[in-house]
Structure formats: structure tokens, C-alpha cells
């Protein structure tokens, strides 16, 4: 079982980014740590924090649902596109560790997608 991000052009051809569960799990967490807060510690996650505690424009990703759920709107994805891309360069600048390359790999196709919903116009959708 596993995710799949992507827009919701209906074209079959547009471009998707797809992990595992735990792949994903990962992916996040990391987002999280770039962002100054540990995701096992948010509500929805084990934690008890409250997502008000925190500002990060990757909320519409960070605390979805790994099944089901809303989609995210153009408006969501473009405003996560700037700090995903920034976060990225931050990460390229890191000693690799590992998993660090897969999950610049998947925040750079992830980018690709998100531009596509802002091009387009279309929601990201979460399968």
C-alpha cells in the first residue's frame, strides 16, 4: 500500500509523486525538522501539540491524512511551492545521510507536481 500525489488535471500523463506509507512518514518527518518541530510530537501524529503552535506553509501537506482527506487547492500549493523549493537547496547543501537523496529526489518531483496544479489551475489530489 502506498501514496500517490497529483494533479487533478484527469490527464493519466500528468506527472505524480508516490511513496510507501512508511516512505512518506519519512519524507514528512523530515519536512517537519527543516521547519524547527518534530511531527511525532503534533496531534494526528502521537503528540499532543496543536498545529496552532506552529507556522509552516507545508501545513496542507504535514498534517494531512495518509488516506483520505481533503485535496489540496491551487492557493495551498502555491503557497507551499517557495518554502518546499527552499527547503530542497538547504538540503542539497547537507552531508548526505542516509535516505537525505531519495527525499530530495521525491521534493524535487513533488515540486513539479505542485507547479503543474499552479499552472493548470487543478487541486492536488491525495490517492
Known sequence: MGLTLFPGDGDTSSPDVAWSCTG?????ERLARAEGFVLSEMRGFGGGRPWSQVSTALEPLLDHPDVGGDDLSTAE????LPRLEAITGQWQKEPDEPLLQQHIEDAQQLTVV???CIDEGVELIFL
Open 24 to 28: 512518506f512518514s519519512a519524507f514528512r
Open 77 to 80: 500549493c502555491a503557497a507551499m
Open 114 to 116: 505542485l507547479r503543474l
